[in-house]
C-alpha cells in the first residue's frame, strides 16, 4: 500500500519573526493528529529554514534517533556531550539522544540554511547519548541506523533514471528536490514533487523513475 501526503498538506510552524520556518510532515507540538503520529519507526520529517543568524536554542531530547540532511547552507551543531560540529550539504549527521541529551542548532552562516530532520523511535530507549557524522555520502552507501532497525539510502538521480525501492516492510520516501514517480506493484504510478512524501507498506517490486533530476531520501525499516 502506498499513501502519498504532498507538500501542502504539511504543518507550517517556526517563527518567522526569528527567521525560522518550519513545515512539518507528522503530528508536531502544538500541530497534534492523532491520525498522524507516525510510520515505522519514523515520528518526524521536519523541513527547517533558517536565516543568517537564526536558530533553535539549547533544547532537550531523549529516547530518539535525530538525523539531519543539509540542503542547502551549512548548520552549527553543539550538545551538551561536548560535540561541535558544522554540518554541509551532502552529509549525514546522527544524534542519539539516549537517556538524555542537550543540543543547539544555527545558522551562523551567511547564506539561508534548509535542511531535512527525521525522527525515528529507538527499538529500546535509554542508554548513553551517542553522536556521528557521515561527510559527502554517496548513493551507493546505505546508512545503517540499527538502533532504530532502519537504513537510510540516498538517490541522486538524473531526468528519466531508475532506482529500486528497497524491499522492505516499511519505507518511508521523502522528496527533497526535483520530481519522482514511484512504478510498479500493479499501480499507475505516483507521482511526488518536492516535499512530497510516500509511506509505503510491504514494499515489494517498486522502482522510481525520476522527472526532472531528483534528490530522494529513502528510509527502509524493518517494522
Not at 518567522?16 to 498522524?36: K, M, T, V
Not at 523511535?121 to 548513493?139: K, Q, S, T
Not at 540516498?154 to 528497497?166: F, H, M, W
Amino acid at each position: 500500500m502506498i499513501l502519498v501526503r504532498h507538500a501542502a498538506q504539511r504543518h507550517v510552524g517556526g517563527d518567522p519573526g526569528a527567521g525560522i520556518e518550519s513545515l512539518h510532515a507528522f503530528s508536531f507540538g502544538r500541530h497534534y493528529d492523532p491520525d498522524n503520529l507516525r510510520f515505522g519507526a519514523v515520528l518526524a520529517c521536519n523541513e527547517e529554514r533558517l536565516a543568517p543568524g537564526a536558530g533553535f536554542g539549547e533544547h532537550p531530547h531523549s529516547h530518539t534517533e535525530i538525523v539531519t540532511w543539509v540542503v542547502e547552507g551549512e548548520l552549527t551543531h553543539r550538545d551538551s556531550a561536548g560535540h561541535a560540529t558544522v554540518v554541509g550539504t551532502g552529509d549525514v549527521q546522527r544524534l542519539s539522544s539516549g537517556g538524555g541529551v542537550r543540543h543547539e542548532e544555527r545558522n551562523d552562516g551567511e547564506r539561508p540554511l534548509v535542511f531535512v530532520q527525521m525522527w525515528l523511535a529507538p527499538l529500546e530507549p535509554g542508554g548513553e547519548p551517542a553522536y556521528e557524522i557521515v561527510r559527502g555520502i554517496a548513493d551507493s552507501t546505505p546508512y545503517a541506523l540499527p538502533q532504530a532497525g532502519a537504513m537510510l539510502h540516498v538517490r541522486r538521480l538524473q531526468d528519466g533514471e531508475r532506482s529500486a525501492v528497497p524491499d522492505a516492510r516499511f519505507v518511508y520516501v521523502h522528496v527533497v528536490r526535483g520530481g519522482v514517480r514511484i512504478e510498479g506493484g500493479g499501480g499507475a504510478g505516483e507521482k511526488l514533487a518536492p516535499g512530497d512524501s510516500a509511506r509505503i507498506t510491504d514494499a515489494e517490486g517498486l522502482e522510481l523513475t525520476a522527472g526532472p533530476a531528483a534528490e530522494v531520501l529513502l528510509w527502509e525499516m524493518t517494522g
